[in-house]
């Protein structure tokens, strides 16, 4: 077994993600600004959409990293003041959780891993989640296969 796996926040998904939310919230803003006034939506809209741009720019700057190894796993970086760890024991099985899954809704629901977590540690759901945007060759449920494969290898050492 590997001593230690490491994942790092993707730059180029990131950097996408920064034009994508940036250009959004420059339509909005122009938009706005040839309206004339300001409406509480129009407020509230470029809240929302002015959040994104900075977010990706401190993800582009301070990647969220996931440190893997026999004791369990630690998150540091991206949007966390401190690292913070779970041992395996801690938690349960990871898996592929969808966020917006609605009805029906055109587009694709996006994948995030999730684990379940010990009632003591819960705040707002009995699951616990990893961020997206991982540098992996592969695809969200291949990263979970590889986490889980990793975390059977480590209980039963």
């Known amino acids: 077994m590997q001593s230690e ?17 940036s250009a959004i919230f420059a339509i909005g803003l122009s938009n706005v600004l040839q309206m004339g006034e300001l409406s509480f939506v129009g407020i509230l809209g470029l ?9 990706f720019l401190l993800l582009f700057l ?18 966390t003041r401190k690292s913070w760890q779970r041992g395996w024991r801690e938690v ?4 592929v959780g969808k966020l917006f899954e609605i009805g ?8 995030m891993i999730q684990f ?3 009632f003591e540690q819960r705040r707002l759901s009995r699951t616990g989640g ?9 695809s969200v449920d291949e ?3 590889e986490l889980n494969a990793y975390r059977k290898k480590a209980l039963s050492a």
């Open 5 to 21: 796996l490491c994942y790092e926040t993707s730059k180029p998904k990131t950097v996408g993600y920064f034009v994508f939310s």
């Open 130 to 138: 990893l961020p997206m945007l991982w540098a992996f060759d592969g």
């Open 92 to 95: 349960g099985p990871f898996f």
């Open 143 to 145: 990263m979970v296969d």
């Open 62 to 79: 301070r990647p969220f990293r996931l440190r893997v190894d026999v004791d369990g796993f630690s998150l540091s970086g991206g949007t």
């Open 116 to 118: 379940d977590q010990p």
């Open 47 to 55: 809240i929302f959409f002015g959040a994104w741009p900075p977010l």
């Open 104 to 111: 029906r809704w055109p587009l694709p629901a996006i994948k």
